[in-house]
């Protein structure tokens, strides 16, 4: 079992720049590829980035590719997403999850666990 927490999220100008956090409990973490997804109200939960296990490969929504920066540091059992250049398209409840499957996925359901979210709003 791992959970999961986010933090991080706020109010932020466009533009501006915010970095979400998400700590794991249990000592697996470095055993879960890593993804980061949003949802806007009323919008389906959107795959936004993705890290493996070791942090080497990461995997990028087209919409955020040259703005965001998944990351993580498996000592501490966090992966963070560095969020620059916002916009206020990018306004959503941001999730991690966790994927013990190593095979690059950006579907939701295949992801093991979930945080419970933290929002992220951008004005114009």
């Known amino acids: 079992q791992v959970q999961l927490v986010e933090s991080g999220g706020g109010l932020v100008q466009a533009g501006g720049s915010l970095s979400l956090s998400c700590a794991a409990s249990?000592?697996?973490?470095?055993?879960?590829?890593m993804g980061w997804f949003r949802q806007a109200p009323g919008k389906e939960r959107d795959f936004v980035a993705r890290i493996s296990r070791s942090g080497v490969t990461t995997y990028y929504a087209d919409s955020v590719k040259g703005r965001f920066t998944i990351s993580r540091d498996n000592t501490k059992n966090t992966v963070y997403l560095q969020m620059n250049s916002l916009k206020p398209e990018d306004t959503a409840v941001y999730y991690c999850?966790?994927?013990?499957?190593?095979?690059?996925?950006?579907?939701?359901?295949?992801?093991?666990?979930w945080g419970q979210g933290t929002q992220v709003t951008v004005s114009s």
């Open positions: 999850a966790a994927d013990r499957e190593t095979v690059i996925t950006t579907r939701p359901q295949r992801y093991d666990y």
């Open positions: 249990g000592r697996t973490f470095s055993s879960y590829a």
